[in-house]
């Protein structure tokens, strides 16, 4: 099938950061029959390919990208009992908020995630107790090595926190065009985090209560994208650490969080590491970390992706001489 491919095509329009220099080819795939154009276009031409979803997850080099940077738009939702498949293009949210409005419970938690359902398979997204993995059903995807469409199980995407296996290679073999989630007309409230705890006391929320109560929070907390500032949400993972390093910390520091997880290991709060460590609002030039939530990174006019590499070393360095913790980006950082 034709698909349009264009040349030197900027593509911080395409990134919530707004950063990032030209794309050597670049190319918007409606189906599976352009996705295969496309393919045939990069095996042909010997490019390397890189799949962008909806920029909200990732930062591109200034200087620009070599080879084909690959945007997927495949649409389409369709509910079937508790049973819902969504193309990798649809915007995430969108489908938590028809979800919702169907009484169909289990992606609540993960309301006003900014990207796209393909980004939230690719990531294994997770907010306020919830994993996407919970919930996922099957991912459809196109094969780049054998020109075909396979159906992997749950099982088989070797979820882990953050982590699927279509980030197991720099040089992509998957492309994802669909997810199936299997989602609950029973719903249970999940109230675990601290956050919900506070909002909802001893009342009983409902399915659009959670909801609703999800997006205050994440509004009061992290910003979002305008002309004027970029960001990508959340710059950091929340890191996971050894009972013994924690036991150290929180006798330097007695307010540290954390949450024991089901390994007996230690989840923290990146956000307080980085807000404790003294970065909260502070600015270095054209980029900073915000003042609503110390592990959102923000490029204000004329930000650059290479300031922000800068910005995240720092940070990673003082939370890493203070507490002795590796932060990791959640960002996928290209630059």
């Known amino acids: 099938m034709h698909v349009k491919i264009r040349k030197n095509v900027k593509l911080a329009r395409y990134t919530t950061f707004h950063v990032g ?10 189906s599976v029959g352009e996705v295969k154009g496309v393919v045939d276009f990069v095996k042909k031409n010997k490019l390397k390919l890189f799949i962008l979803g909806g920029g909200s997850n990732v930062l591109l080099p200034d200087k620009g990208m070599k080879g084909l940077v690959l945007k997927v738009n495949i649409k389409g939702i369709k509910f079937r009992n508790n049973l819902t498949s969504a193309g990798a293009g649809e ?36 907010a306020y107790g919830m994993e996407l993995k919970d919930v996922l059903d099957s991912v459809e995807v196109f094969d780049i090595k054998s020109l075909a469409v396979k159906r992997f199980s749950n099982k088989k995407c070797y979820f882990g926190y953050r982590q699927s296996i279509f980030q197991q290679s720099e040089n992509p073999r998957y492309i994802i065009l669909e997810a199936g989630l299997k989602l609950s007309k029973n719903y249970v409230p999940n109230v675990e985090y601290p956050d919900l705890v506070k909002y909802f006391g001893s009342k009983k929320a409902s399915l659009s209560e959670m909801r609703k109560a999800i997006i205050k929070i994440r509004k009061t907390k992290l910003v979002y994208p305008s002309d004027s500032i970029g960001t990508a949400g959340s710059f950091f993972k929340n890191p996971i650490v050894s009972s013994a390093l924690f036991n150290k910390i929180i006798k330097q520091q007695p307010d540290i969080k954390g949450r024991e997880t089901d390994r007996g290991r230690i989840k923290l709060f990146a956000g307080q590491l980085v807000e404790e460590a003294g970065w909260k609002g502070k600015r270095l030039g054209s980029v900073g970390a915000s003042e609503k939530h110390s592990m959102v990174l923000v490029s204000y006019k004329g930000g650059k992706a290479v300031d922000i590499v800068k910005l995240s070393n720092l940070i990673r360095k003082s939370v890493k001489d203070k507490f002795g913790v590796d932060l990791e980006p959640e960002v996928k950082i290209m630059a």
Not at 21 to 29: I, M, Q, R, S
Not at 100 to 118: D, F, Q, R, W, Y
């Open 21 to 30: 220099g030209p794309a050597e080819f670049f190319a918007e795939v409606n």
């Open 91 to 126: 915007i995430w949210d969108n489908i938590v908020a028809k979800a919702v409005a169907k009484g169909l419970s289990g992606i609540e938690n993960l309301s006003l995630i900014p990207g796209t359902v393909g980004g939230a398979v690719y990531q294994n997204i997770g």
